[in-house]
T-cell receptor, first 115, second 110 residues
Framework: GAGVSQTPSNKVTEKGKYVELRCDPI?????LYWYRQSLGQGPEFLIY????????DSGLPNDRFFAVRPEGSVSTLKIQRTERGDSAVYLC?????????????FGPGTRLLVL | GIQVEQSPPDLILQEGANSTLRCNFS?????LQWFHQNPWGQLINLFY???GTKQNGRLSATTVATERYSLLYISSSQTTDSGVYFC????????????FGQGTELSVKP
C-alpha cells in the first residue's frame, strides 16, 4: 500500500502570506502527527490527532499555526501571516492505532521557504 | 520533559568499516525508533525497539530500557549508508509524540 504522502513537496511564499500544507496518512491509520524540522536539527513535535480530534497540540509555536483533520483521514496544517522563521521542513507521520507505542511512519515532507 | 542525546554527532567511515551509534534518554519509554534520513530528507524507519535486540541485514539495534540507552550497529558500511541517523522516543504519559535526538551524521567514503 501507499505510504504517507504530503503536498506540496516545496512551497515558497512571501512574509505575511497564508499557507496550507496537506498530509494523506497511510490508509487505516487512525493517528496522525505533524512535526517541523529546521536545518541541522531533529524533527520537533507540533500536534497529533486521534481520529478527528487534536489529542495534543502542545507543540504548536503560537496561534498562527492551526491544523485540522475533519474526516479522520487527510489533515491540513495552516499557517497564517507567515514569518521568515517559519521556514523549515514540515513532516507528517501516521500510526496504526491510538495506543502509545505504535510505530510512526513519515512522509517525505513539505519544504517551506518564507521570503 | 524527556531528553534524548545521541553520540557521536558526526562520524566518517571508510567503506567496509563497522560503527556503533548511541542514544541515551532520560526517562522510561514505551516506544523507541531508529530512523535514517536520506539526502532527500525522507525519514526511513530502521527499527521499532523499545527493548531487546533486533537485526535486519547489516543493521542491528539493542535497547537496554532499564539503563536508558539504545545502540545502533552498522556493519560492513556502504556509501549508501551515508546520511543522518535519528533516535526518537515516546515516554509514558506524554501522549503519542516522538521526541528526537539531534542525530548522528554518518559519511561513508569509498
Amino acid at each position: 500500500g501507499a505510504g504517507v504522502s504530503q503536498t506540496p513537496s516545496n512551497k515558497v511564499t512571501e512574509k505575511g502570506k497564508y499557507v496550507e500544507l496537506r498530509c494523506d496518512p497511510i490508509s487505516g491509520h487512525t493517528a496522525l502527527y505533524w512535526y517541523r524540522q529546521s536545518l541541522g536539527q531533529g524533527p520537533e513535535f507540533l500536534i497529533y490527532f486521534q481520529g478527528t480530534g487534536a489529542a495534543d497540540d502542545s507543540g504548536l509555536p503560537n496561534d498562527r499555526f492551526f491544523a485540522v483533520r475533519p474526516e479522520g483521514s487527510v489533515s491540513t496544517l495552516k499557517i497564517q501571516r507567515t514569518e521568515r522563521g517559519d521556514s523549515a521542513v514540515y513532516l507528517c507521520a501516521s500510526s496504526r492505532g491510538v495506543l502509545e507505542g505504535e510505530t510512526q511512519y513519515f512522509g517525505p515532507g513539505t519544504r517551506l521557504l518564507v521570503l | 520533559g524527556i531528553q534524548v542525546e545521541q553520540s557521536p554527532p558526526d562520524l566518517i567511515l571508510q567503506e567496509g568499516a563497522n560503527s556503533t551509534l548511541r542514544c541515551n534518554f532520560s526517562d522510561s519509554v514505551n516506544n523507541l525508533q531508529w530512523f535514517h534520513q536520506n539526502p532527500w530528507g525522507q525519514l526511513i524507519n530502521l527499527f521499532y525497539i523499545p527493548s531487546g535486540t533486533k537485526q535486519n541485514g547489516r543493521l542491528s539495534a539493542t535497547t537496554v530500557a532499564t539503563e536508558r540507552y539504545s545502540l545502533l550497529y552498522i556493519s560492513s558500511s556502504q556509501t549508501t549508508d551515508s546520511g543522518v541517523y535519528f533516535c526518537a522516543v515516546q515516554s509514558y504519559n506524554q501522549g503519542g509524540k516522538l521526541i528526537f535526538g539531534q542525530g548522528t551524521e554518518l559519511s561513508v567514503k569509498p
